[in-house]
Structures are given as C-alpha cells and as structure tokens.
C-alpha cells in the first residue's frame, strides 16, 4: 500500500515552515468578503503546487472515518444552487458573496458589519488569532485540544499557556484566567476537538466577565450544529469582546467546496485587514461556494436532520463500544469520539488500515486514545467489525516504523483548505 502515496504536509508542519514572517501569506489563503469592505474579487487560479496525493487519497474501498468529514455530502438544496451560480462562473459575482452575508446577519440578528464569509474557517481563525497574539500577548488554550491556537501563537512569537480540561471535558475557563494576567487571547473549541465535550455557555460568558479587558475570547463552533446546546454568537450581538467562527465543512458536508462564516464585531475585522490589508481581493470566496453556502443556510431542515442521522449512529457504535467494555470519552456532541485503544495510537492506526478502516489521530496529553469520525451506519458497523478484530491483537503486531508511516498517509484535517507548495 505504501506504493499508493505521497506523505503530504500537515496544518502544523506547514505553520512551522513559513515561519513568523510570512503569517499575511499564510492568513491569505482563508480570507474572503467583510460586510463594509471594498467589492471582493474571485481568487485567480494561484498555482501552489501539485495537490493530487495531499490528504483524502486512500483507495475507494478504503473506510475513511478520520477528517471528521460528513459523508452524505453537500444538501441537495445546495447543489442546486452551485449548479446555477456555476452558470454565471465567467463573473465576478460579488453580489452572491454578500447575498450569503445579509442571510447569515439575518438568521443571527446581527448588525451589519458583524458577519464575515471566508473560503473555510481554517483562514480566519488564524486572522483571528495572529491579530491579537504577540510576544507580549500571550494564548491560552485547552489540552487537549485543536492545535490551531497554539500553532499560530508560535509563529508569532506569543508565549502559549496550556490548561487542562476538566474532569467532565470542558475547558476550564478559571484555570485560564489565572494562567495569564496578560493574556491577548483565550481559544476556546466548542464542541471540543478532539473529545467532543461542550463548555457550558455560562462558563464562557463567566470568562468574558473575568478575563483581562485588553483579551478577546475566540470560539471556535466548528462542531456546534451537531450540538443542542446554546451558540455564543448572541454574545457577539450583544458587543462582547469575542469572536465565533463557523464552518460549512462539518455538517453541511462541503469541505472540499471551502465556506466558513466568522462573527465578530467590525473593530475585529478591521484588526484581521492590519494583519492581511490585501487579503479581501487577493483570496475571496468563489461565488459557486457562497451561493452553496446560502442555500444551505435556507434550508431550516436540514440541520436538525443531519444533527439526528448523526446521534443515532454515534449511539449506536458507542453503545457497542460500552457493551464490549471498551473505553470512551462520554458525551460526545459532535461527529466523532474518541476511545481508548490500550496501546499508542500510529499503532492503532496501522492496525485498523489493514483491515481498511481509516481511523482518526491521537493528542499527546491523551495517547492511546484515538478520534474516531462518524460515518454512514454501513461505515461504523465496518469499523466495528475491524476495530474488535484489532483490539484482540496484540500490540507487538505492529511496529513503531510502520506506525509512524501510516500515520503519514492516513489522511487528517490539520491540513484543510491550506495553500500547499511543491
């Protein structure tokens, strides 16, 4: 099988590579149409190198349950809005971009000026990270957790303050406050990635009370509509010090079609243009993805539908999981669990695509647990069967050289709508 890949770049090899110096040209890829901006251009073809074997290249019979992907794909309503905005592809279409920002500042009541529409949320975040980081400035973030955060606090030189999740998985927002009494920025993921815990709201409205009046708090909603709990985005109409990203990736099913929507406040954004002053026309959303995008947001039955299509699989694999004995992180809200493989994780891995199965990662601060995604029932019923199998092995089956080359082909979502270069 090793014959069939290229190992590709992650999100965080990549950070690491550009260096602090180039954060405009990083930030650019993600950045698209701000309500009170100048009319946004498409994006012109940037050729960055060959991407054919980046990410997602397994074999079709392969079982991919490890980008935390959806596999019933973009709405139907969706696609027939991309169909028709492709027509009108030969125009600069900024009237569709900003059509999808009126909707989103209508279905939030928010004020205009408060909503942005970028291609994928990965872009954004790290405007909106790198805007209030710096090396008196620091981050302070939950472990485990998305590694986005600390990622660009290193490119700009921020010092980084990891917290602990508590003993129910949320992040403890007391524990960041006392980290840092200079902190420029709190990234909170909500639901969590990778254990897919939520932190009350009232904890995070607590943090806005409690934190450094210079800080913001950035919540990352990536996971959020597969949850039933309270949004923050309320908090951004109301003027506090937060900012909310969104994507379309997860649950909408569009992540290769790269839409993401951020909620801040116009001050925010005007900090994102001191960070990328070109960022509008040089990396706009495509009018075919904005027009998938607002249709989607149209479609009120969709979300509750996939939300249930979601819960009933994720409950049937985890209650499957528990009656065997199996360990998992309880109260997932989102699209994958984590589960303890008794052995570390890259060895899991290994284990599992041989049996053609493609699971998740792990995370340092938790390494024999592995992130599953969920899949179509068949999916997870496929995964079951190989993950008993695999679990009866013993771990000695696998190496750690084969472990660790797996893991570089296994495809991963810390590279998602990133620029690659050759």
Not at 25 to 33: I, M, V, Y
Not at 185 to 204: E, F, L, Q, R, S
Not at 240 to 267: E, H, N, W
Not at 278 to 292: C, E, N, R, V, Y
Request: aromatic share 8%.
């Amino acid at each position: 099988m090793s014959n069939e890949f290229r190992a590709g770049l992650s999100r965080r090899s990549f950070l690491r590579s550009v260096g602090a110096a180039s954060v405009t040209a990083a930030s650019l890829s993600g950045f698209a149409a701000v309500p009170g901006s100048a009319a946004p251009q498409q994006s012109r073809g940037m050729a960055v190198g060959d991407m054919s074997n980046l990410g997602g290249s397994l074999p079709d019979d392969i079982v991919v349950i490890s980008m935390n992907e959806n596999p019933l794909g973009p709405a139907p309503s969706a696609l027939d809005a991309i169909r028709m905005a492709a027509a009108g592809g030969n125009r600069y279409r900024g009237d569709v971009i900003q059509k999808t920002v009126s909707t989103a500042s209508d279905l939030f009541g928010l004020k205009k000026g408060y909503v942005g529409l970028f291609p994928g949320s990965a872009g954004p975040l790290n405007l909106a990270l790198a805007s209030n980081l710096g090396r008196d400035r620091p981050l302070v973030y939950a472990d485990p957790s998305y590694e986005q955060g600390p990622g660009i606090a290193d490119m700009v030189g921020a010092p980084k303050f990891a917290v602990k999740l508590t003993s129910t998985h949320a992040h403890d927002v007391r524990a960041m406050v006392a980290a840092s009494p200079k902190a420029g920025a709190y990234y909170i993921v909500n639901p969590n990635n990778p254990t897919g815990t939520m932190t009350p709201k009232a904890d995070i409205v607590w943090l806005l009370k409690n934190k450094p009046a210079d800080s913001v708090v950035i919540v990352d909603e990536a996971y959020h509509h597969f949850s039933k709990d309270e949004s923050c985005i309320d908090l951004v109409a109301a003027d506090q010090d937060i900012i909310v990203t969104r994507t379309f990736s997860k649950i909408y099913g569009m992540a290769g079609l790269r839409a993401g929507l951020v909620f801040a406040r116009p001050d925010y954004f005007h900090k994102f243009r001191a960070i990328s002053p070109m960022a509008p026309s040089l990396a706009s959303i495509s009018s075919t993805s904005a027009a998938g995008a607002n249709a989607a947001l149209l479609d009120k039955a969709l979300v509750p539908m996939r939300r249930k299509i979601n819960a009933d699989n994720r409950s049937e694999t985890l209650e499957f999981l528990t009656k065997h004995g199996y360990i998992i992180v309880p109260d997932s809200q989102t699209n994958f669990f984590m589960v303890d493989v008794k052995r570390p994780g890259g060895e899991f891995q290994s284990a599992m695509l041989a049996e053609d199965v493609a699971v998740g990662r792990t995370w340092p601060a938790m390494p024999t647990y592995i992130r599953v995604t969920v899949g179509t029932r068949d999916e997870m019923a496929k995964f079951q069967t190989a993950f008993v199998k695999c679990m009866d092995q013993p771990s000695s089956m696998v190496n750690g050289s084969e472990s660790l080359h797996v893991l570089a082909l296994n495809p991963s979502e810390l590279h998602r709508g990133e620029m690659w270069f050759a």
